[in-house]
């Protein structure tokens, strides 16, 4: 056997027992963590520009990731094959960057549903890249689940469904989705069993770098000195647990399960969006609503339950 194939082999392996249990529920975490930061960001997007809003998150997230490294005594010093990390920056930044200028262009209820087509997508860049096989099974679930989470995003409306219309925006921000679809299949490949603090760290100071472009001429018109508090608190959130700790989960999950497993999560961020709102007083959603949930969370648990 070839050097190459079984460096495949092993970026194709995937975990069993108690270690794909936690695999699942690191990913299932992702996923609330990351539908908790929509509550947040969406307040700080309110009262600053949110380009220079996901700069100033990815600074801190740096700031905090290297002094912990150097605490725990792990080197800084310049990676092996850094190229990885600038295409992991790249893509990552791009993501985030399309994802603000959609919105510019659309409503958020459009980019939601362009957002479920990242499994399907991911299951592509997992065969394309790695050649990792997605059983029928699991593309069933992954469909299931994907209407489940396009009936939780239009709220119920048939009518709100079918008068969707792919624009600018929708082009855009599928642009990006096409980017971090690729993100999860790469994490696994581009990995060299180097301690997950300092790949995290080269990672988002990639990302960091390539958002700057956009964003440098932002801070002109950004007072940092007189932000309010909010603002801060949603810097914090964004940057220590929706960067750094879900990198971490995502990074954990992407090693054990198949990208499009990994992903499939996604599908429950706008139910989790869903419940936050009404635990915080912004209103609950409709019974129709709910089953669309309910069919996504049943989507999930069949593939969950799925060999890989």
Same mark, same amino acid.
């Not at 940057?239 to 992407?254: D, H, K, N, P, R």
């Given at each position: 056997? &070839?050097?190459s !194939? &079984?460096?495949q082999?092993?970026h194709?392996?995937?975990?069993?027992?108690?270690?794909?249990?936690?695999a699942?529920?690191a *990913?299932?975490?992702?996923?609330l963590?990351?539908?908790?930061?929509?509550? /947040?960001?969406? *307040?700080a997007?309110?009262?600053i520009d949110?380009?220079?809003?996901?700069a100033?998150?990815y600074?801190?997230?740096?700031l905090?990731?290297?002094?912990l490294?150097l605490?725990?005594?792990? !080197? +800084?010093?310049?990676? @092996?094959e850094?190229?990885r990390?600038?295409? +992991?920056g790249?893509l990552?930044?791009?993501?985030?960057v399309?994802?603000?200028i959609a919105?510019q262009?659309?409503?958020?209820?459009?980019? @939601?549903a =362009?957002f479920t087509?990242?499994p399907?997508l991911?299951a @592509? /860049?997992?065969?394309? +890249?790695?050649?990792q096989r997605?059983? #029928?099974g699991?593309?069933?679930?992954?469909?299931?689940?994907a209407?489940?989470?396009?009936?939780?995003?239009?709220?119920?409306d048939?009518?709100?469904?079918?008068? %969707?219309d792919?624009g600018r925006?929708?082009?855009?921000y %599928?642009?990006?989705? +096409?980017c971090?679809?690729?993100?999860?299949?790469?994490l696994?490949?581009?990995?060299?069993k180097?301690? #997950?603090?300092t790949?995290?760290?080269?990672?988002a100071?990639a990302?960091?770098?390539f958002i700057m472009i956009p964003a440098?001429p932002r801070f002109s018109? *950004?007072d940092?000195m007189?932000?309010?508090?909010? *603002?801060w608190?949603?810097i %914090?959130y964004? !940057?220590?647990?929706? &960067?750094?700790?879900t990198f971490?989960?995502?990074?954990y999950a992407?090693m054990?399960?198949p990208?499009?497993?990994?992903?499939?999560?996604?599908?429950?961020?706008?139910t989790? =969006? =869903?419940?936050?709102?009404g635990l915080?007083?912004h209103g609950?959603?409709?019974a129709?609503v709910?089953?669309?949930?309910l069919v &996504?969370?049943?989507?999930l648990?069949?593939m969950?339950?799925?060999?890989?």
């Amino acid at each position: 056997m &070839t050097e190459s !194939s &079984t460096a495949q082999s092993r970026h194709n392996t995937h975990a069993r027992g108690l270690e794909k249990l936690k695999a699942h529920l690191a *990913v299932l975490l992702f996923s609330l963590l990351v539908s908790g930061s929509f509550s /947040f960001g969406g *307040v700080a997007t309110q009262l600053i520009d949110p380009i220079a809003l996901q700069a100033l998150r990815y600074a801190l997230t740096i700031l905090l990731i290297g002094l912990l490294c150097l605490k725990t005594g792990l !080197s +800084l010093r310049w990676p @092996g094959e850094p190229w990885r990390f600038a295409v +992991l920056g790249l893509l990552m930044a791009v993501y985030m960057v399309t994802m603000f200028i959609a919105l510019q262009f659309t409503k958020p209820v459009a980019t @939601g549903a =362009i957002f479920t087509l990242m499994p399907l997508l991911s299951a @592509g /860049f997992g065969w394309l +890249l790695m050649r990792q096989r997605t059983r #029928p099974g699991v593309l069933l679930s992954l469909l299931i689940a994907a209407t489940g989470a396009v009936w939780v995003i239009f709220r119920g409306d048939l009518g709100a469904l079918m008068a %969707f219309d792919v624009g600018r925006g929708e082009m855009i921000y %599928f642009v990006g989705v +096409l980017c971090h679809a690729a993100y999860v299949p790469l994490l696994r490949l581009f990995n060299r069993k180097e301690p #997950p603090l300092t790949f995290v760290f080269w990672a988002a100071a990639a990302t960091f770098l390539f958002i700057m472009i956009p964003a440098a001429p932002r801070f002109s018109e *950004v007072d940092l000195m007189h932000l309010p508090p909010v *603002v801060w608190l949603a810097i %914090f959130y964004l !940057s220590v647990i929706t &960067t750094a700790v879900t990198f971490f989960l995502l990074q954990y999950a992407s090693m054990r399960l198949p990208a499009p497993k990994v992903l499939a999560y996604g599908y429950l961020t706008p139910t989790f =969006i =869903i419940v936050i709102e009404g635990l915080i007083g912004h209103g609950w959603a409709s019974a129709p609503v709910f089953l669309g949930a309910l069919v &996504t969370a049943c989507g999930l648990l069949v593939m969950a339950l799925l060999p890989d």
